[in-house]
Nanobody
Framework: QVQLVESGGGLVQAGGSLRLSCAAS????????MGWYRQAPGKQRELVAG???????NYADSVKGRFTISRDNAQNTVYLQMNSLKPEDTAVYYC???????????????WGQGTQVTVSS
């Protein structure tokens, strides 16, 4: 079993900041990448930011310069620092893990339960 526990969502005014955390636990053998996705009402889930085990990062154009993804490999935890938040950032944010479980030969995707981020204007 692999578990992802997210925290840090909430309500913030435009221009404010929030920090999301996601801790992975369970029978994890190797982690390839971790990331954050979001889904707003009536829209498809989209990638916000990702980070590989080697530390390479990628961001959606809409968050570049405002959001920063980081990870603690020792704790299997990924963070998303969100600054200069805008109302259009309002969504449910999901943590994603691409990892290989013990005794498995394949890398699979795992998802957190989601955390609501609401930005008021």
């Amino acid at each position: 079993q692999v578990q992802l526990v997210e925290s840090g969502g909430g309500l913030v005014q435009a221009g404010g900041s929030l920090r999301l955390s996601c801790a992975a636990s369970g029978s994890i053998r190797n982690i390839n990448a971790m990331g954050w996705y979001r889904q707003a009402p009536g829209k498809q889930r989209e990638l916000v930011a990702g980070i590989t085990s080697g530390g390479s990062t990628n961001y959606a154009d809409s968050v570049k310069g405002r959001f920063t993804i980081s990870r603690d490999n020792a704790q299997n935890t990924v963070y998303l620092q969100m600054n200069s938040l805008k109302p259009e950032d309002t969504a449910v944010y999901y943590c994603n893990l691409n990892a290989r479980r013990r005794y498995s030969g394949t890398f699979d995707d795992y998802w957190g339960q989601g955390t609501q981020v609401t930005v008021s204007s």
